[in-house]
């Protein structure tokens, strides 16, 4: 066979490559305008107490399957237990589907370098985005720039495409942030927008923060997905997973914290408004880069920050997607990558168009295309596929399966591995239902009572699976 499987060339390679791709417009467009419109600094304390208790542990599970099923997505689960792919393919059809809008919103980041690189923006920020995105042609060209160069380098492998262009992005993207993290606390009266975003008014957690939280935690992290599968079954035997599942969540988090540092106060000292929504980093942003010295040059780190982040994570969602036609299909890692690059571009188009000529088309349930790609994604697929990771490493693999895998077979200490386990399997599936079902309408008494039913369900599978555990010792 001529597809011999990619490997990483170093742990530090795959860390920062795994970064990359939970590092993305997640963190750098979402995640503050977020924070922004559900109560600055009650959001963060939820997102980070979320990422505590359910990120790592998930990052962890992820990649433990991957390295043990040695494929892709589908490929992994099924080789751990046959039949269980379908969980890898809902998570290849996820990435796909957030692949086909997420390349539309970097190519207005890339449009937006262009724009400070041409001295700003002229006129008023907000007809001149709205204008743009309604464009039609051009703002579809500019997704296909990133759709060509995320297939180039993931045309080159795992090795020598991925991991060298995360090697060289990702540490300018840690520089460039803190340039202007530095620039913008040192704003005057920036310290009304840091007191906003990291001082929580705990009356503000609801539970709409806690599921917008939860949800966030998993985009961000690319989690559930498959991504951490894919990435991690080029992964040597001896490497220590729980270190690398401990660093990723800890970098990612880190860079989100910073955008809200960079994006916040700005807005506050120039007396805008933080919950601007998804316009925040197009719009409200602008207008600060315009009103202070220099503000072209600040202009272009940040949306070159922001083009890098993108970038590190359009590769994995594709690789996701490549992996497994390369793996199930057996078809050259070159054509795969093509294929798969123009089946994205088609439907790009109508994602793209949906900011204009198709933004009243209705397509299912009152929504337009693009927004209906991302209320499937976000609010079904994400969750479920969570859901569905939390199930298989909690009741479907052997426990001390996964424990070797974990743990390079007994080499390493994993003195919290039960405490790990019940937070997969009892904390992870009760979270997770939580959003899966109030996401498809289930509310109130009916939600409290199907978490309990579920709860039951839990403890009867436990035991059902602690006799089989004692007759097959
Ligand atoms: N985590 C990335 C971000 O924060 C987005 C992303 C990349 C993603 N790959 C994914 C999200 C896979 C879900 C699944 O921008």
Excluded: H
């Excluded at 993305?24 to 467009?29: A, I, M, P, T």
């Excluded at 539309?104 to 709205?130: M, R």
Aim: some cysteine; proline content about 4%; overall charge positive.
């Amino acid at each position: 066979m001529s597809n011999e499987r990619g490997k990483w060339g170093s742990s530090i390679g795959f860390v920062l490559a795994a970064a990359g791709s939970a590092i993305g417009l997640g963190n750098l467009w979402k995640f503050p305008y977020l924070a922004g419109k559900n109560g600055g600094g009650a959001f963060v304390l939820v997102y980070l107490s979320l990422i505590v208790i359910l990120g790592f542990s998930l990052m962890l599970g992820e990649m433990a399957i991957g390295r043990r099923g040695k494929s892709d997505a589908y490929g992994s689960y099924n080789n751990i237990k046959k039949g269980w792919g379908v969980i890898g393919v809902l998570g290849i059809l996820a990435c796909f589907l957030i692949y086909s809008y997420y390349v539309v919103i970097a190519g207005w980041i890339l449009k937006y370098i262009g724009i400070f690189v041409t001295g700003g923006l002229s006129g008023d920020p907000v007809n001149y985005f709205s204008d743009f995105i309604a464009s039609g042609t051009s703002p579809i060209i500019y997704s296909f720039v990133v759709l060509v160069v995320t297939a180039a380098i993931v045309l080159k492998g795992v090795a020598g495409g991925i991991e060298k262009a995360s090697k060289i992005m990702m540490p300018i993207l840690f520089v460039f942030m803190l340039v202007i993290v530095v620039r913008s606390v040192t704003l005057p009266n920036a310290s009304v927008g840091i007191k906003y975003f990291l001082k929580p008014d705990f009356s503000l957690i609801t539970p709409q923060v806690v599921i917008a939280a939860l949800g966030q935690v998993f985009f961000s992290l690319s989690l559930g997905m498959g991504v951490m599968v894919t990435y991690g079954s080029y992964l040597p035997s001896d490497t220590k997973l729980i270190k690398s599942a401990f660093y990723i969540p800890v970098l990612d988090t880190a860079i989100a914290l910073l955008a809200g540092l960079a994006i916040l106060p700005a807005v506050f000292s120039f007396g805008l408004e933080p919950t601007a929504g998804p316009g925040l980093i197009f719009i409200t942003l602008p207008k600060v880069f315009s009103a202070m010295p220099f503000g072209n040059i600040f202009g272009i780190i940040f949306f070159l920050l922001v083009l890098f982040a993108a970038l590190t994570s359009t590769i994995s969602l594709l690789e996701v997607v490549v992996s497994f036609v390369v793996d199930q299909f057996k078809m050259d890692r070159k054509k795969a990558t093509l294929l798969v690059s123009v089946l994205i571009g088609i439907l790009a188009i109508p994602n793209s168009n949906s900011f204009g000529s198709m933004a009243d088309v209705k397509v299912f349930f009152g929504m337009n295309f693009f927004d209906f790609l991302g209320y499937v994604t976000d609010n079904l697929l994400l969750p479920a596929g969570g859901l569905f990771l939390c199930i298989f490493i909690g009741f479907v693999w052997n426990r001390d399966e996964v424990k070797k895998e974990i743990t390079n077979d007994g080499e390493i200490e994993f003195p919290m591995f039960s405490v790990w386990m019940i937070g997969v399997k009892y904390l992870g599936i009760q979270l997770l239902s939580l959003i899966l079902l109030q996401a498809v309408g289930v509310q109130n008494t009916a939600l409290v009572y199907a978490l309990l039913t579920i709860f039951v369900v839990q403890i009867l599978c436990g035991r059902l699976e602690g006799k089989r555990g004692v007759k097959t010792v």
